[in-house]
């Protein structure tokens, strides 16, 4: 595994507003954040660096965009980023609770480009980014200038857990807007085990292991 230098990870500060008559959520609380300190604890263990931000999710989308977009240039300094990784809402139209969508979706890939190495890997633990021809499939078309460098982009075609979600899809790949089924082939049932072990943080590791070092590991 090639672990990450240096990590951007951003993710929503409150819980989501419930709607009338629905109990109260614990969305970041209970998914986000833990997912968030997960990946820090474990890169940072590693020796790598890992800048996080928590945004107001109860701010206006534009305001919540600039944040995120002024925070990973701050915390780029002189060293580029090898990984983008969000926790929070998403669908097959972009990242809710960021307030990224396809009309905003170029101020993000341009701020990935332009602070991101080549061989970024953008990793988005939201539901439904995934989808065919979704948000994960038009990022990676967006930063296709990389194309063959290690550039990656990872989501989930379904709603489910944020991050142990076992169905998981990279991009760019030779299955156009469908990506790539990131589980080898055969090997549904231990992927299954590791992916929905959220402590032991295989699901941190995987965009970062070969494909070799996937089978030979599940």
Request: with cysteine.
């Amino acid at each position: 595994m090639e672990a990450p230098a240096k990590s951007f990870v951003f993710c929503p500060m409150y819980n989501e507003a419930p709607k009338p008559g629905e109990p109260p959520k614990n969305d970041a609380k209970g998914a986000f954040h833990p997912g968030m300190s997960i990946y820090k604890k474990l890169y940072e263990g590693m020796g790598c660096e890992v800048v996080t931000f928590k945004f107001d999710n109860t701010a206006p989308a534009a305001r919540r965009r600039q944040s995120i977009l002024d925070k990973m240039q701050q915390g780029c300094g002189s060293q580029w980023y090898d990984a983008i990784v969000y926790f929070g809402h998403g669908w097959k139209g972009g990242l809710v609770s960021a307030g990224f969508n396809n009309d905003s979706r170029v101020a993000l890939t341009d701020a990935i480009w332009q602070y991101g190495m080549p061989g970024v890997k953008v990793l988005l633990y939201a539901c439904s980014c995934a989808i065919p021809g979704g948000y994960a499939y038009k990022m990676a078309q967006d930063l296709n200038i990389w194309a063959g460098s290690g550039m990656e982009v990872y989501g989930h075609p379904s709603v489910g857990h944020s991050f142990t979600n076992a169905q998981l899809r990279r991009y760019p790949s030779n299955q156009g807007e469908t990506g790539e089924t990131v589980c080898p082939d055969g090997k549904v049932t231990n992927w299954l085990k590791l992916m929905h072990d959220e402590k032991a943080g295989f699901w941190a590791k995987v965009p970062f292991m070969s494909r070799e070092e996937l089978t030979a590991s599940v």
